[in-house]
């Protein structure tokens, strides 16, 4: 069936760099995506959301970017900090009202002091 | 805002024997969701409710799991009997719906180990 999965599973990056975290979706239907932060020992965190009439959403030292094009979603980090090691999810919806999540398989992201 | 709250947060039972997870959702969200977390599936949806009513129970594995929501300020999710493969880290989840869209709030988990 489809689903939503990610190109890289792990992620190291320098703190103070930028940090790019990528998912790549199959359902061509879904028009809403998430990205939730999850810290070990934690519960998923949301992030920040975007829906599919936009391609870009910023919020603090975060953007997400949609390609529907090529059903592709990304993760920016802007000057990454030791607390944001984590793993990262992306999750997508068919519709915005539609409350069934299909979560991505995850990338973690280790941030080098 | 007390956010999600599971209990236990970590349990350990052997194989045969039932297993209850509880949540409390965060005050005033009217959706309740269970979620199983496993190295090899990631984050699956078991079941969800709306308005205390079971909306999608398709991700529940098998008879042996079942989930009920009594009042808007609480759940449980039993597996009766456990098996050694139903060990996962099980959330709860909560949202207002409708007015903020997708967001989802997760509890902070339960650990289940079954030997």
């Known amino acids: 069936g489809e689903s939503v999965g990610?190109?890289?599973?792990?992620l190291s990056v320098q703190e103070g760099d930028n940090s790019i975290i990528n998912c790549a979706y199959s359902n061509s239907a879904s028009d809403y995506f998430i990205w939730y932060k999850q810290e070990s020992g934690k519960g998923p965190q949301f992030i920040i959301d975007i829906r599919s009439n936009m391609d870009k959403r910023q919020g603090q030292?975060?953007?997400?970017?949609?390609?529907?094009?090529v059903k592709h979603l990304s993760l920016?980090?802007?000057?990454?900090?030791?607390?944001?090691s984590a793993v990262y999810f992306c999750a997508e919806t068919i519709n915005f009202g539609n409350e069934k999540l299909t979560f991505g398989t995850g990338t973690r992201l280790t941030i080098i002091p | 805002d007390a956010g999600v709250i599971q209990s236990p947060r970590h349990e350990v039972t052997e194989m045969g024997q039932e297993v209850t997870l509880r949540c409390k959702p965060i005050s005033g969200h009217n959706?309740?969701?269970?979620?199983?977390q496993t190295m090899m599936r990631g984050l699956e949806l078991l079941i969800y409710f709306n308005n205390n009513v079971p909306?999608?129970?398709?991700?529940?594995p098998e008879?042996?799991?079942s989930a009920k929501m009594?009042?808007?300020s609480f759940s449980t999710l039993k597996i009766q009997p456990s098996e050694p493969r139903d060990s996962a880290v099980y959330f709860c989840a909560s949202s207002l719906r409708p007015g903020s869209g997708n967001t989802i709030y997760f509890g902070e988990g339960s650990w289940l180990t079954v030997v």
């Open chain 1, 6 to 10: 990610l190109h890289l599973p792990t």
């Open chain 1, 61 to 69: 030292r975060v953007t997400v970017l949609l390609n529907k094009t």
């Open chain 1, 76 to 84: 920016q980090i802007a000057a990454t900090q030791p607390g944001d």
């Open chain 2, 31 to 36: 959706s309740l969701f269970w979620y199983r």
């Open chain 2, 55 to 60: 909306i999608d129970d398709s991700g529940m």
């Open chain 2, 63 to 65: 008879d042996r799991f």
């Open chain 2, 70 to 72: 009594p009042n808007a």
